[in-house]
């Protein structure tokens, strides 16, 4: 190849203008696509957003589908034009001539500089609009019986639980608060949760809701929403027993005569010690937890079954329920009983079997908290009326209106109440807790007493509470568990505690002190005495044994502050 | 016009390629210093990328599997973004920068040549403190570390991890000043700022950026150290402190270091399209100043990292000056659109990268004005979807300007040419890998999966899958490159002076240059993009004539062909 001739200048000096009708049809291609593809998203053909669980998600989705649209005008604009480039000012084979020698074109240039910024400009001010709507503060915010309570939500290494702080006292004259692992709240309520951090930056994330929060240490923060239902579609509810979960529509099974035995003696033990325990196992959702495994065991045990029978609810049980479909008739529907948190059974029941409905939805961390930060979550439990929160909302100011003196019913009902963020991190069956970045608790009460020579069983415990990273399981890491009170052995500048109350505390030792690996609390290490009823012998001298090592910790505390 | 008065043939190369050895050599010579960032930083690449396949690894499924717990997995990640940022693509565009900006202004050295060095020299013992963490508890709090998770807990690592990025910060702070001293002041005569390749400009506007946005990442890392050894509590509420106060540093320095990461790849990307389309740049001057706003409007920005932590009161502020710089971007992304236009394209493997950067990174330019949006970054902040937006910028923008400048330059490093056949396979795995692999990102984002979790809900697994698989060829495509740069080397086509015909001055003199770049002082072309023109024509032949054109027989072996016949001369 002759050098002289790699570059022969033989084109024009002006830009290609493109025929008029060719920009018609372009320009209409990019518009119809780019509202194309937002109409898509927007009516479900895309799956791109979850369920509108808000009047904010409403909102958002609507700026986000504008956003959609004009993104993917842009989208097609810069491809097309980007395709039609190469297509039709591709060099020919062995054509090695330059191009025309063109610099610009000033009114493009102005064009495309205003156009983008009238763009930003209407996407800016519709953002501000729906900021200001989503964020505005309503009068109704947190009502209760008409009156305004507080909402508490705690991020904690590595779990979220709430408190609702009522306006309703105990028996003590104190104010009640109700802890749960689970924000309850119901369609159309104004929420305002005030987030509480503790350790490290979480996130409060509903991404049904499309609100995001993050939980700050030093600085109190807040996050508002309306829970909203545009479907009254409802994916839960409960269901009671007596009941045969089948595995076809229509399939009539008579039940069984109930059998006049109890089925365990701690239920035995919390009827006698709290009067509103029967209420209690016939409607709170956690109180079904313990009652199930054994439910899910038993049926099996006792005779060859009815091939369709997939599962029984034992007389009194209550499941949370997930619907899945109706059948033509509408008489029978075709649910997943949650037995627990690993169990669950598919199948049908009839229609008229099913409670009040209500949605769940995730709340995550979206902030990168440690280890453990993919398995930080709770559910948002939004129940189809005012009515049936209420329901929920007095029952739980129930329960706590007459404080069990008894310490193991006592820290049971504390580590159920999701108060400290235990569940997430170990495991512990009789709970139903199965976390993965803390030890297993199971039979804790068979162990603790030989884990560490020269502490028994109860100081052992304690210590473990206090001062995790001193007492390392073998193979768990330090620095995952939260200090829960004063701790001599955090590094300078760490948090040195996080606050638990005595009486929790006594509590919580007192409940794992009946955790033995053989289910029978009189194997315990502890130095505790169950009776044959497997509660404990002595209420009073129980709580008096255990505090006296206690108070060791307290008075570490009073000298440090 | 006669622009090259030598006598014809007389300028045989007399250079050899640089050696392996060269690379460990203390040199004050900024074309090796150069090469020794790019490889120092394409060693850290593959690092940074084995770290990224095992992320995915560990992705396929919703549980905790492939890593030992959730910590080993965090640390994955941190590292890998510290590594990719800070150790790949900064660097590499340092090494650019570095062998570049002389050639293109015609000048000997850059303008404090022991401080190149220096700068350099910094890198290798940041790479060693930032890996070492492995050996003492690797940081795990993210390449944004945000207290308290980067101070109160965590283990030496994260302590290495903040004297790493200091090296790393006065490493670059130095070399741009370098620049910045070199391309105001060392330009040859007739070449004022207006003729000035857009490379240099991009160059200048990073500089600047760095110059001011650095200090602000020293001061973050310094009271980071202070509270982790030092005893001191500025980050710590309990004591006094403010956790923001790390995030408003941090994203002061971090939002700018953004374009320091991504306009030396727009500089780069200007010079490739306009000589691989025969055609000037369209709209030069807008493309120059334009870098010069982002730059500018860039210090303005930063709190839209933080919208679910800022005070709601600041948030729309920040919602307003992050979608104005999206106007600048948008005057670059025409002006590269407008210099195809009309040009006679030649699809070169540097020029698909080019092209492949237009087509992703506008991706990443709209989920930004996306982002930008208050309302919707509620739902996407710190989820997948933020995750694909930056991929597609950093990796879709920068990493494909790297990939186009490794095409375009590595003849005039090595005087041979890369396999353009073995380049297009790399080009058509990285483009359709790259796309599948963080394209499906922005739906998982929105549907509800955060980010930097190695657990997750098992509703996203066949998402996941397809990511991971993706990830997969992405990883395998860069050993192809991996192959190519081998073969090449030993192998590849003689290059000649100016294989690409383009006008810049760093292709007025031989491939590689000589110690010095030019025996002579080179005289600029009065337009770096004047293509298309009888005169261009005329000082490309004379380049031609001068250094002469490898001769295409199937022969190898180097033999350069001059030409016989001087003409119009």
């Given at each position: 190849m002759d050098i002289q001739n790699r570059n022969s200048n033989t084109t024009g000096e002006s830009m290609p203008i493109p025929s008029i009708g060719f920009m018609v049809i372009f320009g209409v291609f990019v518009l119809v696509a780019g509202i194309g593809v937002a109409l898509l998203a927007r009516n479900g053909v895309l799956p791109v957003l979850p369920v509108q669980a808000s009047e904010q998600a409403k909102r958002t989705d609507d700026l986000f589908y504008v956003l959609l649209g004009i993104g993917s005008m842009v989208f097609f604009l810069i491809q097309g034009l980007l395709l039609y480039s190469v297509v039709r000012f591709r060099a020919k084979p062995n054509d090695v001539s330059d191009g025309p020698n063109f610099h610009g074109n000033a009114l493009l240039e102005i064009v495309w500089t205003i156009i983008p910024t009238v763009v930003v400009i209407v996407l800016a001010v519709l953002s501000v609009v729906v900021w200001n709507t989503n964020n505005a503060v309503s009068?109704?915010?947190?009502?209760v019986d008409g009156q305004k309570i507080t909402i508490n939500a705690t991020g904690q290494r590595y779990a979220w639980s709430f408190e609702y702080l009522t306006n309703e006292t105990n028996i003590n004259s104190e104010p009640i608060v109700i802890n749960s692992k689970e924000l309850h709240t119901y369609v159309g309520q104004d929420v305002k949760v005030d987030l509480n951090p503790v350790d490290v930056i979480h996130s409060f994330w509903v991404p049904a809701m499309r609100i995001k929060q993050d939980v700050i240490p030093g600085r109190l923060t807040s996050i508002r929403f309306k829970p909203a239902n545009d479907s009254n579609y409802y994916e839960y509810t409960q269901v009671t027993g007596p009941l045969y979960l089948v595995s076809e529509p229509g399939v009539d099974i008579p039940l069984p005569t109930p059998e006049p035995e109890t089925p365990i003696a701690e239920a035995t033990a919390e009827a006698t010690t709290a009067p509103e325990a029967t209420a209690e196992a016939t409607a709170a959702p956690e109180a079904t937890a313990e009652a199930t495994p054994e439910a899910m065991t038993e049926p099996a045990a006792e005779e060859p079954q009815d091939e369709r029978i997939v599962f029984f609810v034992e007389d009194g049980d209550n499941i949370e329920t997930q619907i899945l479909g109706y059948d033509e008739s509408g008489a029978w529907v075709n649910v997943t009983l949650h037995i627990n948190d690993e169990v669950k059974r598919t199948g049908w029941i009839p229609t008229d079997a099913l409670g009040t409905f209500y949605n769940k939805y995730r709340i995550v961390c979206a902030e990168l908290c440690g280890g453990g930060h993919g398995e930080m979550f709770a559910w948002i439990h939004i129940h189809d009326s005012e009515e049936a929160f209420m329901g929920w909302y007095n029952q739980e100011v129930q329960k706590r209106f007459e404080p069990p003196k008894d310490p193991v019913i006592l820290g049971q009902q504390i580590l159920e109440s999701g108060k400290y963020p235990c569940a997430n991190c170990h495991v512990l069956d009789s709970l139903g807790w199965a976390g993965i970045t803390g030890p297993a608790l199971n039979g804790i009460a068979d162990r603790a007493g030989s884990r560490v020579s020269g502490l028994n069983a109860v100081e052992y415990l304690l210590a473990t509470i206090h001062e995790p990273n001193a007492y390392l399981v073998p193979g768990y890491a330090a620095g995952q568990m939260p200090h829960f009170g004063y701790d001599e052995t955090a590094p300078a500048g760490q948090i040195p505690y996080n606050q638990m109350s005595e009486a929790d505390l006594i509590g919580i030792i007192g409940y794992l002190c009946t955790q033995t690996a053989s289910g029978n609390p009189q194997d315990n290490t502890c130095g505790l005495q169950f009776g044959d009823d497997g509660a404990l012998v002595d209420v009073d001298s129980a709580n008096i044994f255990i505090k006296a090592f206690a108070d060791v910790y307290d008075d570490k505390y009073e000298a440090n502050e | 016009m006669a622009t090259i008065s030598v006598p014809i043939g007389q300028r045989q190369p007399k250079t050899r390629m640089p050696a392996l050895a060269d690379m460990l050599r203390w040199t004050v010579d900024h074309k090796i210093i150069g090469m020794q960032y790019m490889v120092a930083a394409f060693v850290f690449f593959l690092i940074g990328g084995t770290l990224a396949l095992m992320i995915r690894w560990e992705l396929m499924t919703p549980t905790l599997d492939v890593m030992q717990d959730g910590t080993a997995y965090n640390s994955l990640f941190s590292i890998h973004g510290t590594v990719m940022l800070f150790l790949w693509i900064v660097p590499m565009f340092a090494g650019f920068g570095n062998y570049l900006v002389p050639l293109q202004l015609g000048a000997k050295d850059m303008a404090f040549p022991w401080l190149n060095a220096f700068a350099f020299w910094l890198i290798p013992p940041a790479g060693i403190f930032m890996l070492m963490g492995y050996f003492m508890g690797q940081a795990e709090a993210g390449w944004t570390s945000y207290p308290p998770l980067s101070t109160l807990f965590g283990n030496d690592g994260q302590t290495m991890w903040a004297m790493s990025l200091h090296l790393l910060g006065i490493s670059s702070i130095l070399g741009a000043i370098n620049f910045i001293v070199t391309i105001l002041n060392m330009r040859p005569e007739g070449m004022t700022l207006w003729k000035m390749p857009l490379f240099c400009w991009a160059t200048l506007a990073t500089s600047i950026i760095v110059v001011m946005a650095t200090p602000f990442l020293a001061g973050a890392l310094t009271l980071l150290l202070l509270d982790r050894v030092g005893g001191t509590s500025f980050f710590n509420p309990a004591n006094g402190g403010d956790v923001l106060l790390w995030q408003n540093i941090f994203w002061f320095y971090s939002h700018p270091a953004v374009y320091i990461m991504v306009l030396p790849g727009m500089g780069m990307l200007s010079e490739v399209l306009s000589i691989h389309s025969r055609k000037p740049i369209f709209g030069y001057r807008m493309i120059a100043l334009s870098s010069m706003a982002i730059a500018l409007i860039g210090f303005t920005v930063w709190a839209h990292h933080m919208f679910t932590s800022l005070q709601p009161e600041l948030r729309i502020p920040f919602m307003i000056s992050t979608m104005i710089i999206a106007v600048p971007t948008g005057i670059k992304m025409f002006g590269w659109l407008g210099t195809l236009w009309g040009g006679k394209i030649r699809f070169t493997s540097a020029m698909l990268f080019s092209l492949g950067f237009l087509s992703m990174f506008v991706i990443g330019g709209i989920t930004g004005v996306m982002l930008a949006n208050v309302p919707f970054d509620y739902q996407v902040h710190d989820t997948y979807f933020v995750v694909s937006h930056f991929h597609f910028v950093m990796f879709g923008g920068s990493v494909f300007a790297i990939y186009s400048g490794i095409y375009h330059w590595f003849p005039k490093m090595t005087g041979r040419m890369l396999d353009e056949r073995m380049g297009k396979l790399h080009f058509a795995l990285t483009y359709f890998g790259f796309f599948f692999t963080f394209f499906p990102m922005h739906m998982v984002g929105m549907l509800g999966m955060p980010r930097r979790v190695a657990v997750y809900d098992p509703q996203f697994q066949s998402w996941n899958v397809l990511i991971s698989l993706a990830a997969f060829v992405l990883g395998f495509s860069t050993l192809i490159l991996v192959y190519n740069i081998m073969v090449s080397l030993s192998r590849g086509r003689v290059a000649g002076a100016n294989p690409w015909r383009a006008l810049t001055l760093e292709w007025a003199t031989s491939s590689p240059p000589p110690a010095w770049n030019f025996d002579e002082d080179p005289v600029p072309f009065e337009d770096p993009y004047g293509y298309g023109t009888q005169a261009a024509t005329d000082y490309l032949n004379a380049i031609d004539r001068t250094f002469g054109v490898p001769d295409e027989t199937p022969e190898r072996g180097g033999a350069l062909r001059v030409a016989s016949a001087p003409s119009g001369d």
């Open positions: 009068e109704n915010e947190n009502l | -």
